[in-house]
């Protein structure tokens, strides 16, 4: 996936990245990691794919992969600044969408759409689109998939973790 991979090779995507992991470094609990993003796409990628109103969408692979690469890139900026990681998230992913490599860039309403998944990613209840059914899909399914991979069952931190029993998944689920 060009396109998924000039994210990924971004200059400012790898800063964000690199911040990132170093200020998750000492962090028991889970981390924001590659493996968690490309874990989060790929559940996501199937929970779409398994949801019929969702395949009538025809959402591209390389969109779902480049929301899920870029939906917690915010948090870097959530631990030095406070600023929601789903806000700061959404401004990292429109400046990396907007100066990749003119041949690998996504039009500006794949960019719209990734975006939004973003920043909605914690709630797609304020999804700002006329056919919020429509627009809510990405949002909703990067949400699910996100919650989906949390390994809680087997955390070894579980018993020190602030997320509430009935958000942590307990068992193994999709």
């Excluded at 590659?34 to 969109?63: G, Y």
């Excluded at 480049?66 to 948090?75: E, Y």
């Amino acid at each position: 996936m060009p396109r998924v991979d000039a994210v990924w090779r971004h200059p400012d995507y790898q800063h964000a990245f690199a911040a990132l992991q170093q200020a998750e470094a000492n962090r028991i609990f889970c981390r924001h990691d590659l493996q968690h993003f490309l874990d989060v796409a790929r559940a996501c990628w199937i929970l779409l794919l398994e949801d019929e109103s969702a395949r009538d969408l025809h959402i591209p692979k390389d969109i779902v992969y480049a929301a899920a690469l870029l939906h917690d890139i915010g948090r870097g900026a959530e631990y030095e600044t406070g600023e929601p990681h789903d806000a700061a998230g959404a401004r990292i992913a429109r400046e990396i969408l907007g100066t990749v490599e003119p041949d690998t860039r996504f039009s500006p309403d794949e960019c719209a759409q990734i975006v939004c998944a973003i920043a909605h990613h914690r709630s797609s209840a304020a999804v700002p689109d006329a056919a919020a059914d429509r627009a809510a899909v990405l949002p909703r399914a990067l949400r699910r998939a996100d919650k989906a991979v949390r390994l809680c069952f087997a955390c070894p931190a579980r018993s020190a973790c602030n997320w509430p029993d009935e958000k942590k998944n307990l068992a193994i689920r999709m």
